[in-house]
């Protein structure tokens, strides 16, 4: 248990459905992440959020729609969705990134992922 | 952020210390050398990190050359849970981490 959870762990959606992933951390901290990892490929950061706010977005097709309501939830909104979006989908908690150069900014802790399948 | 090189695979015989190599010749002074590792279908682990001096946890020891132009993550005793893929990246503090294709180390009877 890392204090990150991710709901739900498996999804199987067609291209035509909206759905939403959640996570929940219970570490205080103010940063949180989604990143992508599909088959064989390095992790993918697509969003970043610091106190709430947007502060990175990777380039992230609209269709992915991220929601982050306070410091302890953050959601990915889907729709239309295209079968190359079927992947794992990590989250991410951290220290805020409040600036300075502590080196704990970058101990993320991660969920155990929601297995995403686009039919 | 600076790249790193690792070796695509390792093997090591549980019991044994497990030596994984990182290649960061373009690190900058302000930079730090994290470690993670991804067990399968699981999230990735932070291990360990460091700027300049070696480190020591619970979970590994990170040894930096006095240069910082390459480092070495040792598990001490390695068994069969420690298989997975092991990222070096190079990173400040307060920016974003770029994983890349990590070390898989497995760790055999």
């Known amino acids: 248990e890392t204090g990150v959870t991710q709901t739900p762990r498996h999804l199987v959606m067609g291209m035509t459905n909206k759905k939403s992933l959640k996570c929940e951390q219970h570490?205080?901290?103010?940063?949180m992440y989604w990143y992508k990892q599909s088959a064989k490929k390095p992790l993918e950061l697509m969003f970043v959020?610091?106190?709430?706010?947007?502060?990175e977005n990777n380039s992230v097709p609209s269709r992915f729609s991220p929601e982050c309501p306070n410091s302890s939830h953050l959601f990915l909104h889907l729709h239309t969705l295209q079968p190359e979006d079927s992947a794992l989908y990590l989250c991410?908690?951290?220290?805020?990134?409040?600036?300075?150069?502590?080196?704990?900014?970058?101990?993320?802790?991660f969920g155990p992922g929601t297995r995403l399948t686009v039919l | 952020d600076a790249k790193t090189t690792q070796p695509p695979s390792m093997d090591c015989a549980e019991g044994r210390a497990a030596n994984l190599p990182c290649n960061h010749s373009t690190i900058s002074g302000n930079e730090y050398v994290y470690w993670y590792r991804q067990i399968h279908s699981q999230g990735p682990q932070y291990i360990i990190h460091?700027?300049?001096n070696n480190e020591t946890n619970e979970m590994a020891s990170l040894i930096i050359t006095e240069d910082r132009k390459s480092s070495t993550l040792i598990l001490p005793h390695a068994t069969l849970r420690d298989t997975a893929v092991y990222y070096c990246i190079v990173s400040p503090g307060f920016q974003k981490l770029v994983f890349g294709t990590g070390t898989r180390l497995l760790v055999s009877p």
């Open positions: 959020y610091n106190f709430k706010e947007q502060t």
């Open positions: 570490l205080g901290h103010n940063a």
């Open positions: 460091g700027l300049k």
């Open positions: 991410a908690s951290s220290p805020s990134l409040a600036g300075g150069v502590s080196s704990s900014y970058n101990e993320q802790f």
